[in-house]
């Protein structure tokens, strides 16, 4: 069984760049939901996807957004990256739109200078 | 509105002494509740959960932790700390109907001292 993987690891980004961060779901699993970990804070929910639909989004401006492919991967893309964007980006993957058991890859960390 | 509040964000022990790191909760329907451990660098991996059966639960490492409705808490304990528990440990609360958005709590950081 496949864990949830992530990539980049890192990146670094200039202010009012675009940046798109990848994530592969476990095996067996449909729906990617995306943490921001700013430092020294808990992760905040931006979104959840389920078979392909947004299912669910946090308090984050459009410019953050995503998708999922029909094999469960997913993308988040932000657009005009902020100093404040500069944070832990956690996917974490789990099985059915009620899927409470989630399961978290080990984060890109973004750097926006 | 569903929260968690992590009371201490900084906790020390001695190793084999006795771990209890705090959890209280606030939600508008019964809860989902999780402890993660994070370790530097590394993304979150699930210690335990409760999902409305037993109060008491166990989880890896010798981690357990207690639902207490009337009090709405969720502490997470442990009877003998081991240098390798030194982490970050986080609380969450989910809706226990939807299972998609989870509440996080700002975290405990957690010494052992030899």
């Known amino acids: 069984e496949t864990g949830v993987t992530q990539s980049p690891t890192h990146l670094i980004k200039t202010r009012g760049q675009q940046v798109t961060l990848r994530c592969s779901s476990q095996s067996g699993h449909n729906t990617v939901s995306w943490y921001q970990q700013a430092l020294g804070q808990g992760p905040q929910f931006i979104f959840q996807y389920y078979r392909e639909e947004e299912n669910g989004r946090g308090n984050f401006p459009p410019r953050f957004s995503g998708l999922q492919f029909p094999n469960y991967s997913s993308e988040l893309n932000v657009n005009a990256l902020e100093l404040d964007d500069s944070a832990l980006y956690l996917c974490?993957?789990?099985?059915?739109?009620?899927?409470?058991?989630?399961?978290f890859g080990p984060g890109t960390r973004l750097t926006v200078t | 509105a569903q929260s968690v509040t992590q009371l201490g964000s900084h906790v020390s022990v001695s190793e084999g002494a006795l771990v209890l790191l705090r959890c209280n909760y606030s939600s508008s329907v019964p809860p989902y509740l999780f402890w993660y451990v994070q370790y530097p660098n590394q993304g979150l991996q699930l210690l335990l959960k409760?999902?409305?059966?037993?109060?008491l639960v166990k989880g890896i490492n010798g981690f357990e932790a207690e639902f207490k409705k009337s009090e709405t808490s969720f502490h997470l304990t442990k009877p003998s700390a081991h240098m390798r528990d030194a982490a970050e440990y986080f609380c969450?609360?989910?809706?226990?109907?939807?299972?998609?958005?989870?509440?996080f709590g700002t975290g405990t950081s957690l010494t052992v001292i030899p």
């Open positions: 969450a609360v989910t809706l226990s109907n939807t299972g998609n958005q989870f509440y």
């Open positions: 974490a993957s789990s099985q059915g739109q009620g899927g409470v058991e989630q399961y």
């Open positions: 409760y999902t409305s059966a037993a109060t």
